[in-house]
């Protein structure tokens, strides 16, 4: 059973069974031009705010995130009274449930942003590879990722490459990934593949697997190349010890909404590593 909520779109049958066999599919043009136009805003606000703080610090690097090239900014929707209507709504909900299943928990969501004319390229990865570098032992199912293009897509501007699973035999199985000394980027493949170029206009959604090995190029367009990145999983997941791994929000239980504004920042939605990463003003309020 899926979501039982109304929706006008419904994810194709042939695009779950790409997703199985492949590792991704591209939902095109599913999210509408008022919410694209919220989140392209939100987007501004963001970029602008870790510019303040990286001025606050006088850094120019933090973590994967590079000044002016290259922005992943993660968990700060509880800062914006309008993120969660997208996030916990009816789309993301026919579109994960389409894919995960009848119980669904937030994961993670952040904002890639490639700067105009200098963004940087982001190294080959799996998703988990990310997480098994900090936890070794870990033993996750795969999770979803839903990239909302907030631009139109291209090989110019930097979009997204994806390697089906059976190139690398991906499917259930995470690779060693090693950092990269320049970039800070977890690096996961260096072979030759190229793999397929995601190009699609703003307002589609690729949708891939966490084990989905991805990588994307430079943008050297003169506008900004904007993503909103969403990730749900079908259960908390939890690292090797036991503690949840980053946030566990409940979404969809058993194809209803269950999302909760008000309980969504105890104990059992977001680990301590990811509390300590927020504004202090969102802690204080809990
Ligand atoms: O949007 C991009 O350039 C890639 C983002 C990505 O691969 C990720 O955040 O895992």
């Known amino acids: 059973m899926a ?123 799996q998703d988990s590879g990310y997480v098994k570098a900090f936890d070794p032992a870990t033993t996750h199912p795969p999770y979803l990722t839903c990239w909302c293009a907030l631009d139109d897509m291209t090989e110019a501007n930097g979009t997204i490459s994806v390697l089906p699973h059976d190139v690398l035999g991906t499917r259930d199985r995470i690779l060693d990934h090693r950092r990269e000394e320049e970039t800070n980027d977890l690096v996961g493949y260096r072979g030759n593949e190229s793999g397929e170029l995601v190009t699609m206009s703003a307002g589609s959604v690729a949708v891939f697997s966490s084990t989905t090995m991805h990588r994307s190029g430079p943008n050297t367009t003169d506008g900004q190349r904007r993503v909103y990145l969403a990730q749900y999983s079908a259960s908390p997941l939890t690292s090797s010890n036991g503690e949840l791994w980053s946030q566990a929000v409940p979404f969809v239980k058993q194809g209803e909404l269950v999302y909760s504004k008000k309980d969504d920042l105890d104990e059992l939605t977001v680990s301590p590593r990811i509390r300590q990463s927020m504004p202090a003003e969102l802690i204080k309020s809990d």
């Open 3 to 125: 979501y039982t909520g109304s929706m006008e779109y419904q994810v194709p049958t042939v695009s779950v069974d790409e997703y199985r066999e492949t590792g991704f599919t591209i939902l095109p043009s599913v999210i509408d031009t008022g919410t694209l136009e919220m989140l392209r805003e939100e987007s501004a606000y963001f970029v602008g705010y870790t510019d303040a703080v990286m001025d606050a610090k006088g850094i120019e690097v933090m973590g994967i995130t590079h000044r002016g090239k290259r922005y992943f900014i993660s968990n700060r929707y509880r800062s914006s009274t309008r993120i969660s209507s997208f996030l916990f709504g009816p789309l993301m909900a026919e579109i994960t449930t389409s894919f995960l299943g009848d119980t669904v928990y937030l994961f993670n969501e952040q904002w890639v942003v490639k700067g105009a004319d200098q963004g940087m390229k982001f190294a080959w990865h």
